[in-house]
């Protein structure tokens, strides 16, 4: 099974980007976007001056467990720049997305309680709110992780969309949002209120 193929079993289909946009990305913003690859995970990331994106991590279901995920995020955080990245909000049926949160808690993210996020699938047409966590070695505030998410979208998110697609994805403006009075809970609060 190629890279493509692993990441596309594992993410839901209103998630994942065309193999043909990430390969772009891979060559045409070679000095940004990267993949690192080995038999048990995919790890796609994009790396700007002053923050990080991981736009895809997948580790193999007979590696979980492991420490894999977490040397990969080492990686990443040996570069000391903040680590951002969108996951959806826990879906109950879904025992993974928790185990995901609790794994990025455990790695020291925080959850971007300001920053709202819903941007429409061109694969299903439909809604797909996520919620942005983050990882700020120099105590980065919300809103310049806020910033960081709308330079990664333009860049990275809607690069070429409507030569791949035949439709663009809308404006940076209508997908996020900062709201710094209006901040919603934790998402990891959610998971100790389950817990309980």
Do not use: C
């Amino acid at each position: 099974m190629n890279w493509y193929e692993k990441l596309s079993k594992y993410f839901p289909i209103e998630e994942m980007k065309s193999k043909e946009h990430m390969e772009l990305l891979l060559k045409e913003k070679a000095d940004v976007y990267f993949k690192d690859e080995s038999e048990d995970h995919v790890l796609m990331y994009a790396e700007f001056d002053h923050f990080l994106f991981i736009d895809y991590v997948y580790v193999s279901a007979k590696t979980r467990g492991k420490g894999v995920g977490g040397k990969l995020i080492d990686k990443l955080k040996a570069k000391n720049k903040p680590i951002l990245l969108e996951v959806e909000p826990i879906q109950y049926e879904d025992s993974d997305s928790e185990k995901r949160l609790r794994f990025y808690e455990k790695q020291g993210f925080r959850h971007a309680q300001a920053i709202g996020y819903n941007r429409r699938s061109l694969a299903t047409n439909e809604e797909n709110p996520m919620e942005i966590l983050f990882w700020a070695p120099n105590d980065e505030t919300e809103e310049e992780i806020y910033q960081a998410m709308r330079n990664m979208y333009e860049q990275i998110h809607t690069y070429r969309d409507k030569d791949l697609y035949g439709k663009a994805y809308q404006e940076a403006d209508e997908v996020l949002s900062f709201e710094k009075d209006t901040a919603k809970d934790s998402i990891f609060h959610t998971l100790k209120d389950n817990k309980k």
